[in-house]
């Protein structure tokens, strides 16, 4: 596999962590859009990047396991995810702090937003790839993508920020549906 398959490959990889980044850049207050801008491109690219090696390591063996499975857990998981968001913007704030910021949920959406990876992972076994090339790549480009969309989302949010979580909850839920109908009926 060339570079610049690599590349798109990143690109494509990152399409998912970029929706998210740009539907969680929405609901940021103004403090906080660089700094979460940089932990949650960072949380996507290393997960992005861990996630092929993993499938790479795990090859063959694994590979009907893991793709009988993984758009169940990336649904649930971005389902959940949204529901929450959903959940707390109706909810009165009394500091207008996002609670969602947190460790836990940054780590929950790398996973949700990487699940794919791993497949594709398995599938560079099967094409020899050099394995540390191709997740660097990977991991750089869903960082650059994911850094840049938190912050297109804060501008945006800022024109929408009554509805910003509420349509971030439904863009996270739409990004499982469109998981989990891919995987079942493509």
Not at 88 to 116: F, P
Not at 150 to 157: D, I
Request: hydrophobic content about 55%.
């Amino acid at each position: 596999m060339d570079l610049l398959s690599l590349i798109f490959t990143g690109i494509g990889l990152a399409m998912d962590a970029s929706a998210v980044s740009i539907a969680k850049g929405m609901s940021l207050p103004n403090e906080k859009n660089k700094n979460y801008a940089l932990k949650l491109g960072l949380a996507f690219g290393v997960f992005q990047g861990l996630m092929p090696l993993i499938g790479y390591l795990a090859g063959s063996t694994f590979s009907g396991y893991i793709q009988s499975v993984d758009h169940w857990v990336a649904f649930i998981l971005l389902a959940l995810i949204g529901l929450n968001m959903i959940k707390e913007s109706r909810e009165e704030k009394e500091n207008e702090e996002v609670s969602d910021l947190s460790l836990k949920v940054i780590l929950l959406l790398a996973i949700a937003t990487s699940i794919d990876a791993l497949a594709v992972g398995v599938s560079f076994a099967f094409l020899k790839v050099n394995i540390v090339l191709a997740c660097s790549i990977i991991a750089i480009v869903t960082f650059i993508l994911s850094f840049i969309c938190v912050m297109v989302g804060k501008r945006l949010g800022s024109l929408f920020q009554k509805y910003a979580e509420i349509f971030g909850g439904i863009i996270l839920m739409m990004i499982g549906a469109k998981i989990l109908i891919e995987h079942l009926f493509l």
